[in-house]
C-alpha cells in the first residue's frame, strides 16, 4: 500500500467470516494508541469482551483503544414499539447514527473503526437510503479529521458494491479451502484513489501477534551487481562435466528418477559453498530431517554439525500448510536477511503440492529464480520423474526456467543397474556434450569418465559398441 492509510479518509475492509478483519482492525487502532493518537472501535456485532478475548489471544491488552459497545435502546426493543404502525428500522438506523456521533463528539478520535456495516445495511432496508447513511458518516468524519475502517462482512447482499464508490480504499480479505490441507488466505487491494498500490493477490496468515502479510515478489524490483564466476561443486568429474560449475546467480535443475543422487548432488554445492565460507539454506519439502541428516553423514556430509554452527539453514517445508507467498518469503529471509548465497530447494514435486493450478506454479518459480539470479545466489531445484527407466515424464515442465539443467538417468549394463550424468543446457557458458557414469557409495558421490562405449544409455537400455561389440554379439547369439 506504498505506506500504509492515507489521514483523514476513509476505507472499506471487506471479507467473509473468519478472514481477519477484526484482527487488521485492531492492528490498525493499536498502531495509532503506540503513537500517542486517540482510537475508538465502534462495533455493532460483537460484544467488549469478545474484542478483548480476541485481542488477548494475540497477547494485547487494548491500551489506550476506547471500545464503544453499540446496543439498540431497550425502548426500541420492547413490545409496544413492534407493534407501532412505524418501521422500528427507521427509528433504529436514526438512533445508531445518533450514538455513533456521540461516542466520537465524546473521545474525539483519529482513528476509527466501524464494525461492521452489514448492521447499518440491514436498517436502511434499502440501497439509496444504505447510500446516503454511508455518505453522511464519510463527512461527519471528514469534518472531525479522522481516518476511518469500515468492516464489512459480506453477510448480506455481497454483490453490493455502494460503498466501494464512496470509500477512499477498498481492501477484500478471502479465505480459500483446499480439499487437503490448511486453509489459504490472500489480500487484494481492490481500490486506492491517488496511490499506486501493488495489485494482484498476496498471501497472508493469522498468527499470534496479527496478520503477517506476504507481498507478491515482482523480480524486476530486485538487482544487484556480483561476480558471476563458476562455482565449484568439490567434485572434481561433475565440475569438469558442468564448464567448471554452475555460475554465480544462475539456477540449476537437477532432474531424474527416485533414487538416483538428486538430492545428494545438490548437497555438495552446498559443502562447497559453506567451505569457501559462505551460507547457505536447504528448504526440504520431501525428506524428514532427521533422515535426511543420517543419511548424508554417512556419505560423509555432516548437515546437522553445519546447521549448529550457523552456516546452513535448514527448514522443513510441509507444503500442505504453507502457503507459496509464506514460502517465497522465507527464502527472501533466508537471502535478504541472512546473506545465504546457495539455496536448495529439494524438491519441485513438494513445491507443487503447495500450489493450486500448475500455471500458477510457473510463475511462482519464475519470479523466485529470477529475484535469486538478480540477488546473486545460486539456486538448485530437484525434480522427481515418472519411472525409473525408459521414457520418463516430470510433472511439471520447468527446464525452459533453469539455466542449467543435470540429467541423472539409470541403466543396465552387464547385468548391474548403473547411473549416468549429463549436462543437457547451460546458459552461462560451455559444458561438455558426454555422458559420465557415476557412483554413489560410501566414500560419497563420484563421476567417472564419459561413456564412450554405450549408444543409447538415456533410454536406459544401452547398445555396447565399444571394442570387441561385435564379437560381443556373436557370443552372445551362440
Same mark, same amino acid.
Given at each position: 500500500?506504498?505506506?500504509?492509510f ?7 475492509l ?10 487488521a ?9 503506540r ?9 455493532? *456485532?460483537?460484544? %467488549? ?24 435502546? %431497550?425502548?426500541l +426493543? ?6 407501532s ?10 438512533e ?20 461492521? +456495516? ?8 434499502? *440501497? ?10 464519510? &463527512? ?12 464489512d462482512?459480506? @453477510? ?21 479451502a483446499?480439499?487437503?490441507g490448511a ?10 484513489? #491517488? ?6 493477490? &498476496?498471501?497472508?496468515?493469522?498468527k @499470534?501477534?496479527?496478520?503477517?502479510i ?15 564466476s ?5 567434485v572434481e ?22 533414487g ?26 520431501? %525428506? ?16 546437522e554439525a553445519?546447521?549448529?554452527?550457523? *552456516? ?23 537471502v ?5 548465497? @546457495? ?18 506454479l ?8 529470477q529475484?535469486?539470479?538478480?540477488? #546473486? ?8 520423474? &515418472? ?16 539455466? @542449467?539443467?543435470? +540429467?541423472l ?21 560451455r ?11 560410501d566414500?560419497?558421490l563420484?563421476?567417472g ?30
Open positions: 500500500m506504498a505506506g500504509g492515507g489521514r483523514d479518509r476513509v476505507y472499506l471487506e471479507g467473509s467470516p473468519g478472514t481477519g478483519k477484526t484482527t482492525a485492531l492492528s490498525f487502532l493499536m498502531a495509532g494508541a503513537a500517542g493518537e486517540a482510537t475508538l472501535y465502534i462495533t455493532l *456485532s460483537e460484544t %467488549e469482551k469478545e474484542l478483548r478475548d480476541t485481542a488477548q489471544t494475540h497477547g494485547w491488552d487494548l491500551t489506550g483503544v476506547n471500545v464503544f459497545e453499540l446496543v439498540p435502546p %431497550e425502548s +426493543l420492547g413490545e409496544q414499539q413492534q407493534q404502525l412505524l418501521y422500528s428500522s427507521d427509528l433504529e438506523l436514526g445508531t447514527t445518533r450514538m455513533i456521533f456521540d461516542a466520537v463528539e465524546r473521545i474525539q478520535p483519529r482513528r476509527v473503526v466501524i464494525d461492521s +456495516l452489514s448492521e447499518i445495511r440491514l436498517l436502511a432496508q434499502s *440501497s439509496l437510503r444504505y447510500r446516503r447513511q454511508v455518505l453522511a458518516l464519510k &463527512h461527519y468524519f471528514a469534518r472531525h479529521a479522522a481516518t476511518v475502517l469500515l468492516l462482512d459480506l @453477510t448480506t447482499e455481497a454483490l453490493d458494491k455502494t460503498v466501494h464508490s464512496v470509500a477512499h480504499g477498498v481492501i477484500r480479505l478471502e479465505e480459500l483446499p480439499e487437503y486453509e489459504r488466505r490472500r489480500v487484494r487491494i481492490i481500490k486506492y484513489r #491517488g496511490r499506486k498500490f501493488r495489485g494482484g493477490y &498476496h498471501d497472508f496468515t493469522i @499470534t501477534g496479527g496478520l503477517e506476504y507481498p507478491r515478489l515482482v523480480s524486476a524490483e530486485h538487482r544487484s551487481d556480483f561476480d558471476r563458476p562455482q565449484s561443486s568439490g568429474g561433475l565440475d569438469t562435466l558442468m564448464g567448471g560449475g554452475a555460475e554465480r546467480g544462475s539456477s540449476c535443475l537437477v532432474l531424474g528418477p527416485a538416483a543422487g538428486k538430492s545428494l548432488l545438490a548437497m555438495y554445492f552446498i559443502v562447497a559453498a559453506i567451505r569457501r565460507g559462505e551460507k547457505a539454506a536447504l528448504f526440504a519439502f520431501d %525428506e524428514e530431517l532427521g533422515l535426511l541428516f543420517a543419511r548424508t553423514k554417512a556419505l560423509g556430509i555432516d548437515l553445519m546447521r549448529d554452527a550457523g *552456516s546452513l539453514i535448514v527448514q522443513q517445508v510441509d507444503a500442505a500448510e504453507l502457503s507459496p507467498g509464506e514460502f517465497t518469503a522465507r527464502v527472501r529471509d533466508c535478504d536477511g541472512k546473506g545465504v548465497k @546457495t539455496v536448495v530447494i529439494d524438491s519441485l514435486n513438494g513445491y507443487q503440492a503447495a500450489m493450486p493450478e500448475e500455471h500458477f510457473l510463475l511462482h518459480i519464475h519470479e523466485l529464480l529475484y535469486l539470479n538478480r540477488q #546473486g545466489a545460486t539456486t538448485f531445484l530437484t525434480i522427481a520423474q &515418472h519411472g525409473l527407466i525408459g521414457e520418463m515424464k516430470a510433472p511439471v515442465d520447468v527446464t525452459y526456467l533453469a539455466d @542449467t539443467v543435470l +540429467l538417468r539409470y541403466f543396465e549394463a552387464v547385468g548391474e543397474v548403473r547411473r549416468a550424468i549429463s549436462v543437457i543446457k547451460k546458459r552461462g557458458g559444458h561438455e556434450k558426454t555422458i559420465r557414469e557415476y557412483e554413489i557409495d566414500r560419497g563420484t563421476v569418465p564419459p561413456l564412450t562405449a554405450f549408444h543409447g544409455v538415456l533410454r536406459g537400455v544401452p547398445n555396447f559398441v565399444g571394442p570387441g561389440a561385435g564379437l560381443a554379439m556373436g557370443e552372445a547369439s551362440a
